[in-house]
């Protein structure tokens, strides 16, 4: 095979090829040059930072035949002879597969052997932390007094699991990850260098999904190479990389911020349509949020965005949102992280999470203090309208009690989805049969309930967040939902949610889910029929007093103000 990888043609072979890793670097070559290096070096780090190529280089330069030195000529015996593997002298150990006791003990009796071809014999141990403990013990005491020609380099990415008789024992270096400037530069010049042709916006995006590793960028640069055809382009490598185009993030961030739930819903679609990694969609997404709160606060932090390239678009979007926004929208997405986490329909739950973010009001108003002025003055407009309304009925309220007109009866709004159909029956039943006591019953135990259910069902618990207990009777219970979807999800859910609930009522309740809109619409149809026939039950759909069959019909005051604020706002006292 002649063919041979990225990674590997261009592996480091000498201190300045060794990316992102100057404060290493810089103090393992004065220690070579004024010959005061250890016996015994700790490499931590990332995979793919460069901790086995700086322990080859290190061999080297300190067997080179010009030492001491710098950087390894790369061109005398020794440096040729250790690159290609022929010189015994120095040893690279895969901890993962040589983890035992035997083969340690097999290095402590050959270490006080000299070496055959080059000044000193260097282990390299890597993933040092697979050594079993036993085997940690044997190496205890060589790595403590070791011959004069013997260095020990240890790499590991776990640096927590070694002992800490061992990591005494050595001078410790701690790799970090790359930065995404520091990887563009180096893969410009391979690419160059390999007669490739590419944007730079594709190498900042492989940079991006490297995520601080020398050697997967290359490996991701590699597989788009062999995706591409001529020029390898930016949808080339979002193919490659299962990525978002940091341009579709910003539509589903803008959808989200104009609350336009229809454009956020279809762009989640169109993207998991074309096989993109949900997983990755939102992890995607945070970091991106996370660049633009980052850039709001201090837009000389260029250099440190994880996920985004400050382009016009992004500016824009940056001052369009506030931090209170961005900072919802990260719980948001969090949230939905963990949840898809135990579920096999990770879509569902972004859908969820879309849904909510639609929900986050505000996105704008601390950048638009004149739209924000305009609006109040809009609403106080109307409250005035609404009271002035409200005065004229109370000077009639008399009148309209003696002679209410009839009104025509209207049927709910059926749903505008077709995925659900609303029981409306099953509904009525429920509100006919529904008690005060019976609602209090359920609202006083629903906290506890939903703690429950977060630790019994996970997706469960995230489906009735924005629910909320509306009426109930001695056998079921409705639920409120803002969207269809979550009535069908809670459906699905109903065999883990229902003798859960019964635990906490004391008595099995049958869930009936409703969207937001039709409980409504229901309810005042309620309403309007108890008033006509007051000895059709004894309590409203809340299970509230004061029903007409008791005697205190509702005044057209009350009604009308039901109708303008909702259930929610009023509080009614005698």
């Not at 042709?197 to 900042?204: D, N």
């Not at 020398?214 to 001529?230: C, N």
Request: aromatic share 6%.
């Amino acid at each position: 095979m002649s063919y041979q990888a990225l990674y590997r043609v261009w592996r480091p072979r000498n201190f300045e090829g060794v990316v992102g890793q100057e404060h290493i670097t810089r103090t393992l070559q004065n220690a070579i040059e004024q010959n005061k290096f250890s016996h015994a070096y700790l490499f931590s780090g990332p995979r793919g930072t460069g901790k086995t190529s700086a322990a080859k280089i290190f061999a080297q330069a300190v067997n080179c035949e010009r030492a001491p030195v710098k950087e390894p000529c790369n061109e005398c015996d020794a440096c040729l002879g250790i690159q290609d593997g022929s010189i015994s002298d120095v040893i690279e150990i895969d901890a993962a597969s040589n983890n035992g006791v035997e083969q340690i003990r097999e290095i402590r009796d050959k270490v006080k052997y000299a070496p055959s071809a080059v000044p000193y014999k260097v282990y390299i141990i890597d993933e040092v932390h697979m050594l079993s403990m036993g085997a940690f013990n044997a190496l205890l005491k060589t790595l403590e007094e070791p011959p004069k020609h013997v260095l020990f380099i240890l790499a590991t990415t776990e640096p927590h699991k070694i002992p800490l008789t061992i990591i005494s024992r050595c001078q410790r270096f701690d790799f970090k990850r790359i930065s995404q400037k520091a990887m563009v530069g180096r893969m410009e010049k391979i690419t160059a260098a390999e007669n490739i042709t590419i944007e730079k916006e594709a190498l900042e995006i492989v940079a991006l999904t490297a995520e601080g590793g020398m050697r997967d960028a290359l490996s991701l640069l590699d597989q788009a190479v062999s995706y591409s055809d001529e020029e390898v382009t930016i949808d080339d490598v979002l193919a490659v990389t299962g990525s978002v185009s940091q341009a579709k993030l910003t539509n589903v961030i803008r959808a989200l911020l104009d609350q336009d739930a229809k454009a956020a819903l279809e762009a989640v679609d169109d993207l998991i349509q074309q096989g993109k990694d949900p997983g990755r969609f939102v992890f995607d997404l945070i970091y991106y949020l996370r660049d633009l709160l980052l850039f709001q606060s201090a837009p000389d932090l260029e250099h440190n965005l994880e996920r985004a390239i400050p382009d016009p678009s992004f500016r824009e979007l940056s001052g369009e949102l506030t931090p209170a926004w961005i900072q919802q929208a990260i719980r948001e997405l969090n949230n939905c992280q963990q949840e898809m986490k135990w579920t096999t329909s990770p879509k569902v739950f972004i859908e969820i999470a879309m849904l909510n973010m639609v929900e986050v009001r505000g996105g704008g108003e601390s950048k638009a203090a004149p739209v924000q002025s305009g609006v109040v003055d809009q609403l106080s407009k109307k409250i005035d309208e609404l009271e002035k309304q409200l005065t004229a009925l109370k000077q009639r309220a008399p009148e309209a009690g003696s002679q209410t007109p009839a009104r025509q009866k209207r049927a709910p709004a059926k749903s505008g989805r077709k995925g659900y159909n609303v029981p409306y029956e099953r509904i009525r039943q429920v509100l006919n049969e529904a008690s005060k006591e019976e609602i209090k019953n359920v609202q006083g135990r629903w906290a506890d309930f939903m703690e429950a259910l977060k630790q019994n069902n996970a997706p469960a618990h995230a489906t009735l967040l924005n629910s909320k207990p509306r009426a109930a009777s001695p056998k079921a219970l409705v639920l409120a939902f803002r969207y269809d979807i979550h009535c069908s999800l809670a459906l699905e859910h109903q065999s883990t949610i229902e003798p859960l609930l019964t635990e906490f009522v004391g008595k099995p309740l049958t869930i009936i889910p409703i969207p937001e809109a039709n409980w409504q619409e229901i309810r005042e149809e309620y309403v309007r029929k108890q008033k006509h026939n007051p000895d059709d039950g004894e309590g409203g759909p809340d299970g509230e007093e004061g029903s007409p069959s008791a005697g205190n019909e509702e005044e057209p005051l009350v009604t009308e103000a039901r109708k303008h604020f909702g259930d929610d706002l009023i509080e009614i006292q005698d």
